[in-house]
């Protein structure tokens, strides 16, 4: 079946830091989503992508759809402590379009 | 808009009691979803629905069983529970895939412990 990797696991950054992390897949996706989830609380989202090659922005929070379509990344620049959660990548993938998530990418942000 | 809402927050049960969690959701979305999510593995899909009527297996399926009754809500059954579905269980929901565009919406958590 497909398979997301996503990287790091876990990260420690100072507060104004800036992060990176990234999903790989078996497979070609047709969409990326990236997911924050705060501690006791479902995932939301933060950033949609739907073309190879799309460059998106929220705020801080840069992701983009690799142009192989198997990759995307997340980038969140000058890091604050509220930006402390996990974060999830999900690709959609499978017959019926079930999105496939990451293991997450845990963030933890040092005043 | 609540978006989506889900019935217990916790739970607490003994082995082979039953039990049936609720989710609501007030998008008018077709789609709906129920993951679990356990330490170390991320979000796993347990069935799901594509309307009211229907429902379909997931990845991890076995020992659960799932109502769509209505469009807004989605039920998730455990006939006699397990310690291995100690968990925290979410639902969410999603507007029709047809156009590719599929951001699923999360419920807050059911945070479900067998004994």
């Known amino acids: 079946g497909q398979q997301l990797n996503q990287s790091p696991q876990s990260m420690f950054i100072q507060e104004g830091e800036d992060v990176s992390m990234n999903c790989t897949s078996s497979?070609?996706?047709?969409?990326w989503l990236w997911y924050k989830q705060d501690p006791g609380e479902g995932p939301v989202l933060l950033i949609a992508l739907y073309k190879a090659g799309e460059l998106t922005s929220n705020g801080r929070l840069t992701a983009q759809f690799g142009i192989t379509r198997k990759d995307s990344f997340l980038n969140i620049s000058a890091s604050i402590p509220s930006d402390v959660g996990i974060y999830f990548c999900?690709?959609?993938?499978?017959?019926?379009?079930?999105?496939?998530f990451g293991k997450g990418t845990k963030l933890s942000v040092k005043p | 808009n609540a978006g989506v809402t889900q019935t217990p927050k916790f739970r607490v049960l003994k082995t082979g009691q039953s039990m049936t969690l609720l989710c609501a959701q007030d998008m008018n979305h077709e789609y709906m979803y129920w993951y679990r999510q356990d330490p170390g593995m991320g979000l796993r899909l347990i069935h799901y629905?594509?309307?009211?009527?229907?429902?379909a297996k997931g990845e991890v399926p076995d020992g659960y069983n799932v109502s769509r009754l209505k469009k807004q809500n989605f039920l998730l059954g455990l006939e006699s529970a397990a310690p291995s579905q100690t968990s925290v269980y979410f639902c969410a929901s999603s507007y029709y895939v047809g156009t590719a565009y599929n951001e699923q919406f999360f419920g807050p958590g059911t945070r479900l412990t067998v004994l």
């Open positions: 999900a690709g959609r993938g499978g017959s019926q379009g079930n999105l496939i």
């Open positions: 497979s070609i996706f047709n969409t």
């Open positions: 629905s594509v309307g009211e009527g229907t429902t």
